[in-house]
């Protein structure tokens, strides 16, 4: 085993924690909009650890092309995605929790 | 500033981006792991500086990438709510965990739309 695929092992399970800690965060944090944002550090960075770790494993020219596809690809969508579900939570009226202020309440 | 520093500009804001998603991820997990919940959510109103729907997409994507911020939706100003923005301003709701005045989640918003519209648009920001 040489140095490289050494440390693509290590972020590769460093990835699957992040997934691990996202999971869990939909669990323990209050409302939708918090675990939107715990689920959004497995879309980002938990993703981009796996597919750099598959990488280190087995480098290549096109490989790396390809890997940078997929994490601007990846990138985009998951914020996408997470903006349109976090929009139908406020628009069906999902309650905040701990909030502190509100710019979107209607006017007293 | 001149056109013959954009490249430069845009891949230094990409490597700032690269160390604010680890830092934002960071203190996600962190507040997750460790017992407790310390999250002071709000819903902030920000009116950009940004002039086309390209540099709108771009920043409510980029602030729903960091952990802790997330866009809830946008809508173009008619000028009759709020003093400070022009009729056809692009504004955006966006959703803090860890802010406690909407005033301090906007100063975070308008340091990242500062250097984005700065990296982006080839003369930097020219007011």
Redesign the interface.
């Known amino acids: 085993m040489n140095a490289l695929s050494f440390i693509g092992n290590i972020v590769i399970v460093l990835g699957a924690l992040?997934f691990a800690?996202a999971a869990?965060?939909i669990v323990?944090?209050?409302?939708a909009?918090?675990r939107?944002?715990?689920v959004?550090?497995a879309g980002?960075?938990g993703t981009v650890f796996v597919i750099v770790g598959a990488l280190l494993l087995q480098p290549s020219l096109t490989d790396t092309v390809k890997v940078v596809l997929i994490i601007i690809l990846q990138?985009?969508t998951?914020?996408?995605g997470?903006?349109a579900i976090?929009?139908s939570a406020?628009l069906t009226r999902t309650k905040?929790?701990?909030?502190?202020?509100?710019?979107?309440?209607p006017p007293e | 500033m001149t056109w013959a520093s954009w490249p430069w500009r845009l891949l230094s804001f990409c490597a700032w981006f690269a160390k604010e998603l680890v830092v934002a991820n960071g203190a996600v997990i962190h507040d997750n792991l460790t017992p407790g919940q310390r999250s002071t959510t709000g819903i902030a109103r920000f009116p950009t500086r940004c002039s086309t729907d390209t540099e709108i997409t771009l920043l409510a994507a980029l602030i729903t990438l960091t952990p802790g911020t997330l866009t809830l939706g946008t809508t173009i100003s008619d000028g009759m709510n709020n003093d400070e923005a022009d009729p056809g301003t692009r504004v955006l709701f966006v959703h803090g965990m860890y802010q406690v005045h909407a005033d301090e989640l906007r100063d975070v918003l308008d340091d990242m739309e500062t250097r984005l519209l700065n990296a982006l648009r080839r003369k930097g920001i020219t007011e």
């Open positions: 992040i800690t869990l965060g323990r944090f209050p409302d909009y918090t939107i944002s715990a959004g550090t980002g960075l990138l985009a998951s914020s996408i997470s903006i976090a929009r406020y905040l929790s701990h909030v502190r202020f509100d710019d979107l309440a």
